[in-house]
């Protein structure tokens, strides 16, 4: 054989063993619902594994039902020896500690809540390349990297267009005219900012609707920072139309500003929450104006974070969807009774209905 012969084998060699070994698609820009998931036990594999859950802060019952839901996910794969959780405290560099330590302690798995923004994609990338299948969860759609390479995708929830559905809403409700306010999370969140940037491509449309300030005023997620601005706005602002939060049990401590001011309630867009619709039923007959629209709050997305991770793992496709079109769960001025708050006594008041990966069982414990 002639070198060039040789040669030209010897690459065509090479291309068909990278094929051979290409990486198995985990569809990392795939848009769908949660009609489209999938039973972990698809993609769970024999060989023995350990995953782990690094979080920027665990201080309400949104981060306790996630971590539940990674748990009990992770249990259904008999060969996934260890399940572990971090817990930063609200400090980016604790977090981005956490994450290089669980790869350079040959974790296969590791979901992320990237309460550390931007500033976790180096530590991201370089537990992928120790061989680690990171898995960011609740980012938004533009979040910066590379899948694939700096980590395996993005699961998360549309924010953008939860923000536009609420803001379409709002606007629908008001008639095209009114004073709005939004309540955020911690200070640069992610899924805050995403939130809001959605709700104002909508706004901007509409001339008639006034953001009364000049961004997501920020909570920290807390029921009493909820309560402590809520009081300040109302204070300040004489005419709120309507209320938008990405949080709606921490919504909980705004509403109680208003009971407090003896303030009627207006119209409010939120995430689903147990405490928040049962108070719905039994105020709205008082509190005409309040109606009420809220998405899922998504706890379950841990849940898909981990199979597309466990997948990554075992070099198996995993075609669920990794950008979730998060469903309405109330809608209050619909006609449709199916939007209709569901108040559940059965279940503590921290609970999200929407949670449908879980037994009243299971959430019961979590509050215990």
Known sequence: MSFRKFATAGLLGLLTS?????????????VGGIEEFRPITDFCGDKPMRVAYSTGSST?????????????EAAKCDNIKEARYVDAQGSVEQQISDITGLAAQGFDVIVVRPDGGEALLRAMSQAMKRGAKVVPFYGGTSWPGTPGKDYVGM???????????????????LGGEGNVVMLGGAPGAVSTRNTYNGAMEVFAKHPGIKMLEDGPVTTNW??????????????????????????????????????IAGEKLPLWTTRDGNELACYWQENHDANPDFELFTTSAGTWL???????????????ENDEPTIIIDPVIDNTASEDAKFNPVCDPELPMGAHVSTFTMTKDEMRAIFE
């Open 18 to 30: 990278g094929a051979a070994h290409a990486a198995a698609d985990q569809h990392p820009k795939k």
């Open 60 to 72: 309400d019952p949104w981060r306790l039902i996630s971590r539940a839901e990674f748990e009990l």
């Open 302 to 316: 841990t849940r898909l974070a981990l199979r597309k991770g466990v997948a990554a793992a075992n070099d198996v």
């Open 222 to 259: 807390d029921r009493a920072e909820y309560q402590k601005v809520m009081t300040s706005l109302l204070a300040k602002h004489d005419k709120i139309d309507a209320v938008m939060s990405d949080y709606g049990i921490g919504s909980m401590g705004a509403i109680r500003a208003y009971e």
């Open 155 to 173: 699961v998360t929830a549309d924010q953008n267009i939860e923000g536009k559905m609420a803001a379409e809403w709002i606007v629908e409700q």
